[in-house]
């Protein structure tokens, strides 16, 4: 039994070390990325709420707001002045490599992904 307990001792620590990176694992990238996934048009009010709090999420980057935003606001495709802050997305020093992503597949979408959307776009799925 004295054996066991340095073990126990160490999973719970382990586990309790580990927890708040299960809760972290969904994304942002990855929620806008599966909401893009299967985009028809535009988001589901379902969607738009999951959207909204991203949007609205104090810890959510810069970059994840304008995704969040446009995508929020696309009907069949991204509006104008949208289109302008994801250029300037991919072009920001500051941005990640998954935003730029998100942000080039978003410019390209007429309706819906292509099916080379979809492709990239599960590179970004956590």
Known sequence: MKKIFPY?????LLFL???PLAEAAES????????????????SSDE???LAAIAGNKKSTAGE??????????RHQVNAA???LLH???NAAAA??????LAGILLGIMHHPSSADKQRLKSLLD
């Open 96 to 101: 990640s490599s998954q935003e730029k992503e």
């Open 8 to 12: 126990m001792a160490l999973a719970s």
């Open 28 to 43: 942002n990238i990855g929620v806008m990325a599966g909401i893009v996934m299967h985009l028809n048009h535009y988001p």
């Open 88 to 90: 300037q997305l991919q």
């Open 65 to 74: 707001k304008v995704l969040a935003n446009a995508l929020m606001h696309m």
């Open 17 to 19: 070390l580990t927890a």
């Open 82 to 84: 949208d289109a302008a």
């Open 48 to 50: 738009q709420t999951q």
